[in-house]
């Protein structure tokens, strides 16, 4: 962690999001991932301004003690080596780091805990922290997300939240388009359009 990033107390017995990742050496990547551009700033061109590319928000919030309900798809190691090898070159860009808190925030489901057994062969959609949506269905005993990610291994528990390990980055540009696919049930996510009748849907 940055030493000028703010971690706030916790409660005891506490187990955040970031020490279930810290503690599996098949996340290690995604760790990585997090840390890596810490503390980089980017250049603009205005001697009194940088762009900060630092996914230390990240650090922060996956420290932070949860007060609500959420899951977060984990992507394992295996799941950063299937990106390929222009991956190791382009996460060091600030598009690349971009590209790359761009992701996080779509493996991340606030407010609600959809378990493993929660899903079934019947294709449906569950609506992520980008307002995107990632498709779920049960394919021969494994529950597959957007017919390409495997989740393998499931229901991890952290405080407030629920873990999914999974076998491929979820990408924001592959999300489910399909109205007709039934939606899991989970609780209103701020911002989102899943009420019509809100004003600024």
Known sequence: MPDDVYVAPQSKGTITLLELIESRPDLSSLRQALEEPAGQ???TGDKNHHETNSLA???????????????????SNTAFDNLGTYWQTFASTPKGKW????????????NTQP??????????????????????????????L??????????????????????RVLDPSAQ??????????????AGSCTDPDLPYC
Do not use: C, M
């Open 41 to 43: 700033p980017e250049p």
């Open 57 to 75: 928000g990240f650090l922060q919030a996956f420290a932070t003690e949860a007060t609500w309900d959420f899951t977060f798809f984990a992507p």
């Open 99 to 110: 590209w790359v808190g761009n992701q996080l925030k779509h493996h991340y489901v606030p």
């Open 115 to 144: 378990k493993a057994s929660d899903f079934n062969s019947t294709a449906t959609r569950v609506q992520a922290s980008t307002y995107g949506y990632i498709g779920a269905q049960v394919v021969s005993g494994d529950l597959v």
């Open 146 to 167: 957007n017919s390409v990610s495997t989740v393998t291994e499931a229901d991890l528990p952290v405080t407030n939240g629920i873990v999914h390990i999974i076998d």
């Open 176 to 189: 489910i388009f399909n109205e007709d696919l039934p939606e899991q049930d989970q609780e209103f996510i």
